[in-house]
């Protein structure tokens, strides 16, 4: 079973050095989901939420949360992003299984660097829920984020990784 890289042989945590690796070109893909309503993603989708575009705000929300991981995440590497792009899907009745209706998010981050983007990606995909959260929660405070997930990763030594 592989170790955990975030914790030394004491059980203290720590950054993990990485100053011996490779730079190599890395991405990675994360997704999240916001339910709501089906009135509140009206509200969204039509443009008539009070606070403004809710949509454009969120997305501009998870990038600026991907290029400040590291001062949210303690042992994350400062990383020099080379692409963040965040993504908001409106799902409407019926197009998931569970029959949920609301945002899917999907934040991709790259960089070339030591260390991996994972963070950066999840971080984003979570703000961006949470800023649709707090754009909304005025008109439906029963919002539930769900599903925040790494969906790909590539690059480094570990290589390629998808989600089943």
């Known amino acids: 079973m592989p170790e955990l890289t975030h914790v030394n042989e004491n059980g203290d945590v720590r950054m993990v050095d990485v100053s ?19 009135e509140t993603l009206e509200l969204i989708t039509t443009g008539q939420a009070a606070k403004g575009d809710v949509l454009a705000c969120a997305r501009v929300a998870g990038v ?17 992003i080379t692409k963040s792009q965040v993504e908001c899907i409106p799902v409407e009745a019926g197009e998931r299984e569970d029959g949920r209706v609301g945002i899917r998010v999907e934040a991709t981050c790259g960089v070339t660097g030591k260390t991996g983007i994972e963070m950066e990606a999840l971080t984003a995909a ?3 829920c949470l800023t649709i959260y707090d754009m909304c929660k005025a008109v ?4 539930e984020i769900l599903d ?6 590539s690059g480094g030594k570990s290589g390629t990784w998808e989600r089943p």
């Open 126 to 128: 979570s703000v961006a």
């Open 140 to 143: 439906d405070r029963g919002m």
């Open 64 to 80: 600026m949360a991907a290029k400040n991981t590291a001062g949210i995440i303690p042992m994350c590497h400062p990383l020099l």
């Open 20 to 38: 011996a690796k490779d730079d190599t070109v890395r991405l990675a893909v994360a997704e999240g989901f916001i339910s709501m309503r089906p």
């Open 148 to 153: 925040v997930r790494l969906l790909h990763k």
